[in-house]
């Protein structure tokens, strides 16, 4: 019995050595980039996502919820597939995609609507990304913290495989500062609005740097038995079908736009029901020239028109009709139109552009000469912990022969 306890703990200090050495690897991997920093949106052309959009046609989304996975050792381990699909559509949602981490959740893959996600992510910091339009999971990861580098090298590195990165719940944990938005690049959007936290100034920054990120509003529910985890805040895009590949595609178009509606705690599902049975919805988002006109279908407390830093340019009361001009020194302008219950939608920025389409025009590019370097002084520094061992190693035998 304890021959077979040895071998056991034995068994397991190895693996737990290998589990750590593979942690250490990718740390030696990360190349160091070169940032361009801020590169503001500019060019005498607007971009409005919703240009063409039928108020008709809003679908209901949700990209964040996690069930049992990995033998019920993740959160999410009392929500089944069935159960998740099953309330939510008692919810009115037009599909949920559920994103358990480092997994691409099969259910439902024979219908037309499925998306393939997964939530991206085994660090400490909760420095995680939502993968949308997935092709197969990345199991590269930084789990004891992240320069900014790194982090640049993880987006880089999902982009290969998924269609569409967000940046998950960037205030959580402070997994990503308000400073990395001014640098980091090549990802799609920013979950603005998570259940648990709202990350407007990391998307205003994000903005303001000219990265062209949209929203993404999402319950990230682990018990959806649980009224105060679903429902919450979610994303709705213009569509007339489910098909996956419109759905894609009008997210990268951005013809979308996150909904916060307002939570009362421990309210009974029934009461939610019914309460999601009359959202507000955008009727119209259209430019004439430099002037923004929005419309909703319900009379809001107020419509806030924001642009660069996170600045309120104009706001209006008591109305359900706005405009703002979006003058010279507006790079970007968004809107948010709070109701009176407190709900609020938000919408996707219009953008200044040159050229055929509105694009992120900072960088994020390897240094050759600096990742060179610091492999070198990895290097140096393995050496120095070898010899350092194999010192101390000599001098116990030496101990042990006396």
């Known amino acids: 019995m304890k021959k077979l306890f040895r071998i056991t703990l034995k068994f397991l200090m190895y693996l737990l050595i290998i589990i750590f050495g593979i ?21 005498n052309k ?67 609507s499925y998306i393939p996600t997964y939530e991206h992510g085994f660090n400490i910091f909760k420095t995680h990304q939502v993968c949308i339009g997935s092709q197969r999971v990345l199991w590269i990861d930084l789990m004891f913290g992240q320069t900014l580098s790194m982090k640049q090298w993880i987006l880089d590195e999902l982009k290969k495989s998924n269609r569409f990165v967000v940046i998950a719940h960037p205030l959580l944990r402070d997994g990503y500062s308000i400073e990395d938005m001014k640098y980091l690049t090549n990802y799609d959007a920013i979950e603005v609005l998570n259940n648990i936290r709202v990350s407007t100034n990391h998307w205003d920054e994000a903005l303001s740097s000219g990265q062209l990120a949209y929203i993404i509003g999402n319950d990230d529910a682990h018990d959806v038995l649980n009224s105060n985890d679903v429902g919450r805040r979610f994303t709705m895009i213009n569509a007339s079908n489910t098909e996956s590949e419109l759905i894609l595609t009008q997210l990268e178009k951005g013809v979308y736009y996150g909904m916060d509606f307002v939570r009362i705690d421990d309210e009974p599902m029934n009461d939610k029901v019914k309460r999601s049975k009359n959202l507000p919805i955008l009727n119209s988002a259209k430019l004439y020239g430099d002037t923004l006109f929005v419309s909703v279908n319900k009379m809001a407390k ?71 370097m610091l ?3 990895y290097f140096i520094i393995g050496l120095t912990i070898v010899y350092g061992i194999s010192r101390i190693r000599k001098s116990r035998k030496l101990k042990r022969n006396r």
């Open 46 to 112: 607007l971009y409005n996502p919703y240009k063409n959009i039928d108020s008709t046609y809003w679908k209901k989304y949700n990209f964040q919820v996690q069930s049992k996975a990995w033998l019920g050792l993740t959160n999410g381990r009392k929500n089944s597939n069935q159960r998740i699909d099953s309330i939510y559509k008692i919810l009115g949602f037009d599909h949920v995609a559920t994103s358990d981490y480092q997994k691409i959740n099969e259910y439902g893959k024979d219908k037309p």
């Open 302 to 372: 107020q419509i806030r028109f924001i642009s660069d830093n996170g600045e309120v340019v104009k706001s209006a009361d008591s109305t359900s009709f706005s405009s703002c001009k979006m003058d010279d020194r507006n790079t970007y302008l968004r809107t948010e139109i709070e109701f009176y219950d407190d709900s609020k939608i938000m919408l996707n920025p219009i953008v200044r552009y040159s050229g055929d389409h509105p694009e992120t025009k900072k960088t994020a590019v390897i240094d050759s000469k600096a990742t060179l």
């Open 23 to 43: 942690l250490v690897i990718f740390y030696l991997l990360a190349p160091v980039y070169k940032f361009s920093g801020p590169v503001p949106f500019s060019g």
């Open 375 to 377: 492999r070198m002084i």
